[in-house]
């Protein structure tokens, strides 16, 4: 069981999959490769839970048994129809098999779309179940399929215009069997590549989010990062219309940029939920665990304001962090009943506000201009009306990557709504107006600096 981030279950894990309320459970599917802490060919790993923070895990759902898909079970989406939970994802075949190891290749491959169903979200029948929906080997992948209140169901496709700028491609279907090609829509919005495109709507609005590939020269690491904006779309001939006037040229759905490969979702009271891949630059290991690569972001939820895309805090999180500490005095904070008095008095001496305990918490402050948070050598800090984090101190000296993040200016509202894990840290930015979220390693176990409330969760990390 995973408590509050979804991890690979050892070895890797990449973009979520799948991602469905079905017959009173979430189920959320991932591309895995099970044999090592590295990318691979692909099968879909699955998880079922509750209530979005408590995950049970549940072996592999998809692997590749066909010809269309020998070489990987790519990205997909889950509908329901008639009861039965319906997969769509892109199988991929290799022109080329890599002699040295036949789980990467370099080369071109051949791309289907392919679908597969299961009457109770849990037996898949890889071996006779699945059937190629959208033939071709035209290079479009990452089927996201969705049912319009006319009834129809469509899917958007992401691809790339000549390799040079990513395009959405559209399909429509009576059936979600049978699919008819309607458009495809290019933007240098797009990057080079378009992967994993996301269209639905928050109200009466749509927005799409997708992955853009090459959007940055080597800012640090990575060239595509998820990229979202309000659009139009009319259903009658999936014509997309990106509007000029929104606020920035891109909303990046996470300025932490480790984020990737959103998909959504509605919950079970309708909320636009967004999970994602974090990706990370190296494996976790420690003795006596098999080593993992890979997790997914806290649920959020999307809402759109004024032509602003805002990732909100889920509230299944809130419940999770039911406990809060918090001492008389704000500078008093610690967790006394899970800390040894001398390490207390140690950290007060050092200067520490509240010591971690490898359990997850929640911290909230509202920060004054110029104002530092160091959470175990992460620091966080509102400078020239920005919010910015510097993991320089916790990231184990991976060369290459980015270290320091920002939002864009703030106009004076720094209220930070964080959330910290061994791995991974979350920061909400004026409830969702923005978020960072960055990966970290060997975060150390004082807070430093002003802090207003603190919430412990129930324990739930694993190795
Ligand atoms: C995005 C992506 C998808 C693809 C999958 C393969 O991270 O490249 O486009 O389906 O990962 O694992």
Redesign the pocket.
Same mark, same amino acid.
């Given at each position: 069981m995973d408590t509050l981030h979804l991890k690979a279950p050892g070895n890797w894990l990449? @973009?979520p999959n799948g991602f469905i309320y079905y017959k009173g459970k979430y189920h959320l599917f991932y591309?895995y490769f099970p044999y090592a802490p590295v990318?691979g060919t692909?099968h879909w790993g699955h998880a079922v839970s509750e209530d979005l923070v408590h995950w049970e895990h549940m072996g592999a759902a998809l692997f590749p048994t066909r010809y269309e898909d020998q070489n990987?079970c790519?990205?997909?989406s889950a509908i329901e129809q008639d009861g039965k939970m319906n997969l769509y994802y892109?199988g991929i075949r290799y022109r080329e098999i890599n002699p040295e190891n036949i789980h990467v290749s370099e080369k071109e491959y051949d791309v289907m779309q392919l679908m597969i169903s299961s009457e109770d979200g849990y037996a898949f029948d890889n071996f006779g179940g699945k059937r190629v929906v959208i033939p071709g080997t035209e290079n479009m992948? @990452?089927p996201k399929v969705w049912k319009e209140e006319n009834g129809d169901f469509y899917m958007v496709l992401?691809s790339s215009s000549r390799g040079e700028m990513g395009s959405a491609v559209f399909y429509r279907s009576k059936d979600g069997f049978n699919w008819q090609y309607m458009s495809r829509c290019q933007s240098g919005r797009f990057g080079k590549i378009l992967?994993?495109p996301d269209l639905f709507r928050v109200g009466e609005n749509y927005i799409l989010i997708g992955?853009a590939m090459h959007i940055t020269e080597s800012t640090g690491g990575y060239e595509?990062h998820a990229v979202c904006m309000p659009v139009q779309f009319d259903t009658e001939k999936c014509r997309l219309t990106l509007h000029e006037a929104s606020r920035e040229e891109y909303q990046y759905v996470d300025y932490g940029l480790d984020l990737?490969?959103p998909q959504t979702n509605v919950d079970a009271e309708g909320r636009r939920v967004m999970i994602a891949?974090m990706r990370m630059p190296k494996a976790v290991e420690k003795p006596g665990c098999v080593p993992w690569n890979g997790m997914m972001c806290l649920p959020r939820v999307v809402e759109y304001k004024d032509g602003h895309v805002y990732f909100r805090v889920h509230p299944a999180v809130d419940e999770y962090f039911g406990i809060e500490i918090s001492g008389e005095d704000e500078q008093d904070l610690f967790f006394e009943d899970d800390v040894e008095k001398e390490s207390i008095s140690e950290a007060k001496e050092a200067g520490a506000s509240a010591i971690l305990t490898g359990e997850p918490v929640r911290i909230q402050v509202t920060m004054k201009p110029g104002e530092c948070l160091d959470i175990g050598g992460f620091l966080i800090r509102e400078e020239r009306d920005f919010i910015r984090t510097d993991r320089g101190e916790v990231f184990g000296n991976i060369r290459g990557h980015r270290t320091m993040s920002s939002t864009p200016k703030l106009y004076g509202r720094y209220k930070l709504d964080i959330f910290v894990e061994p791995n991974l840290i979350e920061v909400f930015v004026n409830d969702g107006e923005y978020v960072i979220s960055n990966v970290v390693y060997g975060l150390g176990n004082m807070i430093c600096g002003r802090v207003e409330k603190i919430w412990k969760g129930n324990a739930g990390i694993k190795c």
């Open positions: 990449n @973009d591309q990318w692909m990987g790519f990205s997909g892109t992948r @990452d992401g992967e994993c992955s595509h990737y490969a891949w």
